[in-house]
């Protein structure tokens, strides 16, 4: 089992939580333009509000045992393993999604970066959380 720092998760997960949410809603009206998805003003259901905490937290462990297992523990490699995660993964399938179902490359540019945001944020804590 690998060592992990769960405190740094712990704050990475609320930092990614809090730091996600304003993103969306800074940027609300302009999803709303592109998608009716996010045109729909209602409050969303309880369990999709419930299940970003743990989306968070399985981000953050994640990227902890890469952290981890890597050895990093500077800020010059935190920044990488994120965008090279980020390049690897959401940037990679949500350019799928523009190629092959249409969504915007505006709404998909939004959410890659989120993504950014996220995996910059986790990176940076658990790497130099010591």
Do not use: C
Request: glycine fraction near 6%; charge should be neutral.
């Amino acid at each position: 089992m690998i060592d992990l720092n769960y405190a740094a998760i712990v704050a990475a997960s609320v930092a990614v939580f809090v730091v996600s949410s304003v993103y969306y809603v800074l940027l609300s009206g302009r999803l709303a333009e592109l998608s009716p998805v996010y045109a729909d003003t209602s409050r969303p259901p309880a369990w999709k509000i419930a299940q970003e905490p743990v989306r968070a937290l399985v981000t953050a462990i994640v990227v902890a045992g890469l952290t981890r297992l890597l050895g990093i523990v500077d800020l010059a490699g935190a920044v990488q393993l994120a965008i090279a995660l980020w390049i690897g993964f959401p940037a990679m399938l949500l350019a799928g999604s523009v190629i092959h179902e249409n969504v915007p490359p505006m709404l998909a540019a939004i959410h890659a970066g989120d993504w950014l945001l996220k995996l910059l944020i986790v990176g940076v804590l658990v790497s130099l959380w010591r």
